[in-house]
């Protein structure tokens, strides 16, 4: 990211951003063309997928069990989308029945849920509910944050059409891009809009004029420096190999339930429902409510460890530990547990 500046329409340029939209496919798990670093963080994505998807009066199906469900919700409200939501207790997966039925009931146009839940440390099983999606011919988004290169991504093998991600989560780049993939079915449903899309700037058929093609046109100025520290973050995913990566972050996440379980911490979520990189826990009864607060704060002035608060219902009973991308190592974990001990002693 020191380097110095290129244009954005420059051929080196844009021949780096062509080999970053293939990487991204691999991550992906896909071989869709419209893949492409948006120029904005995380939720950029989320809106860039509803936007295109949802026109006025659509009924759109959101699962909610967290921070980024009731997003969801909350952005395909504002595009207009007749929103209907599937609830599950925070800290519990969506429910493949529950989903199914309001799928059968409402045939939305689009069904859109996260992979990995950021605020509750819950994975999110796909298959189910993309089957029940496809009965009713819907469109599947599928937010992919803090799952991608973290945990396996599969786009295709899931029939998934729109997906987003993050570059400041499992690549451990800086935030500012969302990569975003869209299916082929999906592209052709944004050309056949009757209205055009709310965000000229997330708008793919304009997107897709710099994004790909043989000529490259100007849509808004691509953040060059950015785009060099995604392409090197994908770059080291890829040179590290998946299944390797995936490995590391499930070794790390073992590692720390096993080393704060002793002291008093409790997981919130099922072990079958855990996510790796984003472990929740429920605390110990002596710093449970407004102590913890003050054990987070003393772990970041003192050790240069943070750690995630707990989030709406879950405020005060949780803390959510990170480890992702280059962090999710099992030396990381050992400096966060012998912190933990010296602050608890
Ligand atoms: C699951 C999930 N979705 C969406 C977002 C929004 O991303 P951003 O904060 O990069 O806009 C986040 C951010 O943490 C997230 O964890």
Redesign the pocket.
């Known amino acids: 990211m020191s380097q110095p500046l290129i244009g954005h329409l420059d051929p080196d340029f844009i021949a780096l951003l062509d080999r970053l939209k293939d990487g991204l496919r691999t991550l992906f798990g896909t071989s869709n063309a419209m893949t492409l670093p948006l120029s904005?963080?995380?939720?950029?994505?989320?809106e860039a997928a509803l936007f295109n998807l949802l026109e006025r009066g659509d009924p759109i199906v959101v699962g909610v069990n967290g921070?980024?469900g009731v997003?969801m919700a909350e952005v395909a409200r504002r595009a207009g989308a007749e929103v209907t939501t599937v609830e599950a207790t925070w800290g519990t997966r969506l429910s493949d029945s529950q989903m199914s039925d309001a799928i059968a009931r409402v045939r939305p146009k689009v069904v859109s849920f996260?992979h990995?839940?950021?605020?509750t440390g819950v994975c999110q099983p796909v298959e189910g509910i993309v089957s029940a999606a496809k009965e009713v011919d819907a469109m599947v988004v599928l937010?992919c944050?803090?799952s991608l290169a973290g945990r396996p991504v599969k786009l295709d093998e899931w029939g998934i059409d729109a997906a987003y991600s993050?570059s400041?989560?499992c690549l451990s780049c800086p935030?500012g891009l969302?990569p975003v993939s869209f299916s082929d079915r999906a592209i052709e449903l944004v050309q056949s809009r009757k209205s055009p899309v709310q965000s000229w700037f997330l708008d793919l058929s304009l997107l897709a004029g710099y994004f790909s093609g043989a000529k490259r046109v100007y849509h808004h100025t691509a953040p060059i420096t950015a785009i060099f520290g995604l392409a090197a973050g994908v770059d080291r995913a890829l040179e590290e190999g998946l299944e390797a990566r995936f490995e590391r972050h499930s070794q790390a996440a073992r590692h720390l339930i096993e080393g704060l379980e002793p002291l008093g911490f409790k997981p919130l979520v099922d072990a079958a429902d855990r996510l790796p990189m984003l472990t929740s826990v429920r605390l110990p009864d002596r710093i449970n409510g407004t102590g913890e607060a003050a054990v987070r704060t003393r772990l970041l002035s003192e050790f240069g460890i943070e750690v995630g608060a707990g989030l709406g219902p879950l405020t005060g009973q949780i803390w959510r530990i990170g480890l992702m991308g280059e962090n999710a190592r099992t030396e990381t974990v050992d400096y966060l547990l012998d912190a933990l001990r010296k602050i608890l002693h």
């Open positions: 904005a963080t995380g939720s950029a994505g989320m921070v980024f997003r996260v990995a839940e950021t605020s937010d944050v803090t993050g400041q989560k935030p969302s």
